[in-house]
């Protein structure tokens, strides 16, 4: 069974720092993608990041980069130079075969000025 | 614009009664998708379809019912066997397995209450 795990329930960074989210998956699938979410609190879902199970180089989307680790089935989001609107919750998600995508619980990220 | 439609933003459930949430997308993409989410909680995987006249049960699709007819509509009925349907709906889209690296596209979501 596919599984998503977010460890950090909620989040601190303090604005123009660095900060990691972090995400594992479980599945038996060889072909799968990994994707990150933005749900502000106004509801939406905002697409931020993809990587591919066959991708050998790590992601990366502007102030957003994926730290692709597939031995230790991790992937780890990086938000590089925090702004106040980042404050959001963030999820992992995973596609596997046959089109199932399934989310992780989220994290919580809250930025302080 | 091409997009994901949910209708009612707002939807209020009696007891014993059931309700049905519309999704309807635009973005001729095979695969759609239902999820719920509890306040504070990820998204749950209700119901997904790959294409018309087929769809499978995702982890939690007790007391709901799906179809898909169309490939534009995806509605999702909500039915009195389900007895805490309170939380936000979400219906999703995306393009088929040939393009797995796109995101899925995501409605503004229904929030259920009970009356």
């Known amino acids: 069974a596919q599984k998503i795990t977010q460890t950090q329930p909620g989040m601190f960074v303090q604005e123009k720092e660095a900060v990691t989210l972090d995400c594992t998956y479980d599945?038996?699938?060889?072909?799968?993608?990994l994707f990150w979410y933005k749900q502000p609190s106004s509801g939406e879902m905002i697409f931020l990041i993809y990587q591919g199970s066959y991708d050998e180089q790590n992601a990366t989307e502007g102030r957003y980069s994926l730290n692709f680790q597939k031995a230790r089935k991790s992937a780890n989001l990086v938000i590089s130079a925090s702004q106040l609107g980042d404050s959001a919750m963030y999820f992992c998600?995973?596609?596997?075969?046959?089109?199932?995508?399934?989310f992780g619980p989220g994290t919580s990220l809250s930025v302080i000025p | 614009d091409g997009g994901i439609t949910q209708s009612p933003k707002y939807l209020f459930r009696k007891e014993g009664q059931n309700v049905t949430l519309s999704c309807e997308q635009n973005l001729n993409h095979d695969a759609m998708y239902w999820y719920r989410q509890d306040p504070g909680q990820g998204l749950r995987l209700i119901y997904y379809?790959?294409?018309?006249?087929?769809?499978q049960k995702g982890d939690i699709a007790e007391g709901y019912s799906v179809s898909r007819e169309k490939k534009e509509s995806f509605p999702l009925t909500v039915t009195s066997a389900q007895k805490n349907p309170t939380a936000f709906y979400l219906c999703?889209?995306?393009?088929?397995?040939?393009?797995?690296?796109?995101?899925?596209?995501f409605g503004d979501g229904t929030r259920l209450s009970i009356l």
């Open positions: 599945t038996s699938d060889q072909s799968y993608g």
């Open positions: 379809s790959q294409i018309v006249n087929d769809f």
């Open positions: 998600a995973m596609r596997g075969v046959y089109d199932k995508v399934i």
């Open positions: 999703a889209s995306s393009v088929n397995r040939d393009y797995s690296n796109q995101p899925q596209h």
